[in-house]
């Protein structure tokens, strides 16, 4: 997984075409490799405790995920560097 970032990152910075269509097939390419999230709802006969309880979970997931949305989103280029210089 890391290798594979580390090339898109990579191609990111020698790509020779316009930067806001390589930055745009750099971050598909990413959120391609991201699983997607899932919650399993009991079955009947569950209890209300036990629906609820993943109702909760779905909200934290969704509350975390825009979260680390907006973090990855504002990751310095020398932090980018150092990951490179980490992988390679």
Request: glycine share 2%; no cysteine; net charge negative.
């Amino acid at each position: 997984m890391h290798e594979r970032i580390a090339n898109i990152l990579a191609e990111l910075r020698s790509s020779e075409q316009d930067s806001a269509r390589a930055i745009d097939g750099a971050e598909a390419a990413i959120q391609a490799m991201l699983p997607t999230p899932i919650i399993l709802v009991p079955l009947p006969p569950a209890s209300k405790e036990q629906m609820e309880q993943a109702a909760r979970l779905a909200k934290r997931m969704v509350e975390q995920a825009a979260f680390t949305h907006a973090v990855q989103s504002h990751v310095r280029p020398g932090t980018v560097d150092q990951i490179l210089s980490m992988v390679a």
